[in-house]
């Protein structure tokens, strides 16, 4: 081997750039530099970041348990799996779910969706359904895994391809859509009919604001009570404002489940001990819930309200974090004339192709600086 000038040789293994797109993020730093210079400061509305505190109680279970010394368990403890299935009963009406063998908490949704393709099984010359308009992770678990990506909101545009693995979003991140009854339950029988495992992102479906209110993939009304070939995945990042703790949970199929606890353990892929008594904590309380919502509801009627008066058109948004947005323009161009009012977008072709003259604009700043975006965007958009 000769050597070369500090480079590695690049012999067993592709580079990362050859497996992942570029990080979306990092094409935004003009755009940030120029909101950041703005005089009276940079509005950030480009990410789904809480900026409201975790509630004391949280904490407080979370200091509690701090001087535990041992290793936690991979599936959690039996209180974190009986809260899991308690609170989603209660807030989003599912039922019959084990606590045994039918929930498993993950180290933050992100992690477990971008690695569920390759711990199912899913890989080269298989094919991963992703919504035309996706959270970026969906592609980047399935091209992690060597599967094939395939862009599509309809069964119809699938064809006789062999589909091992469906992403749905409900209420869906960039644009707010709300998926009904009705559409969920086709592609529950399609999964019946073909053995395509469904994986439902729910971790909005708790921030409904406008039209019909969301519904988990796991509801009866959508499954008839038969969670097979489904998972369901939640977090407490958005309704708990527990982003930095990493908290979030699978539910649904045992089989599934189980397989992927086996997996999981023999990976060390475990919940803190100290995150999973937080987490019980956020689950047996609603209050903090519902709170947050409200203040969300507050700050996006006023963002709405600011956007429309600015002549921006906006689709869906009927529930989550984000107002889906459009002059009717590039997104780009459009994030530019916003930063020079200080105000930090996302634009909509990060999600994929559709949203190429659509920004997603984030609920996620203080009562403050939502008015402070509100009163830039009324004095309009410089060209």
Sequence with gaps: MTE???AHPRVLR?????????FPWDSLADATALAKAHPEGMVDLSVGTPIDPVAPHIQLALAESA?????????????LREAIVGAMHRRYGVRGLSAESGVLP????????????????VGEGHTVVIPELAYPTYEVSARLAGAEVLRSDSLLKLGPE???????????????????????????????RTGTVIISDECYLGLGFEGEQPVSILDSRVCDGDYRNLIAVHSLSKTSNMASYRAGWLAGDEQLIQELLEIRRHAGL???????????????????????HE????????LKKALLAAGFTIEHSDAGLYLWATEGRDGRETVARLAKLGILVAPGDFYGPRGQQFVR????????????????LSNGLPE
């Design 14 to 22: 592709k580079p990362v750039g050859e497996r992942l797109p570029d």
């Design 4 to 6: 070369s000038s500090g």
């Design 106 to 121: 993950v180290v933050g949704t992100k992690e477990a969706i971008a690695w569920l393709p390759t711990l199912l099984g």
């Design 361 to 376: 604009v984030g609920l996620t700043a203080t009562d403050e600086r939502i008015a402070v975006a509100a009163e830039r």
């Design 162 to 192: 062999k589909v091992s693995l469906i992403y749905l979003n409900s209420p869906a991140n960039p644009h707010g859509q709300v998926l009904g009854v009705d559409h969920l339950r086709k592609f529950v029988e399609y999964a019946r």
């Design 295 to 302: 203040l969300y509801r507050h700050r996006r009627e006023i």
């Design 270 to 292: 475990m919940n803190p001990g100290p995150i999973q008594a937080a987490m019980v904590a956020a689950l047996e309380e609603d209050g903090h819930e519902t709170l947050q």
């Design 67 to 79: 001087a535990v010394p041992g290793y936690p368990q991979t599936k959690g403890t039996v209180r």
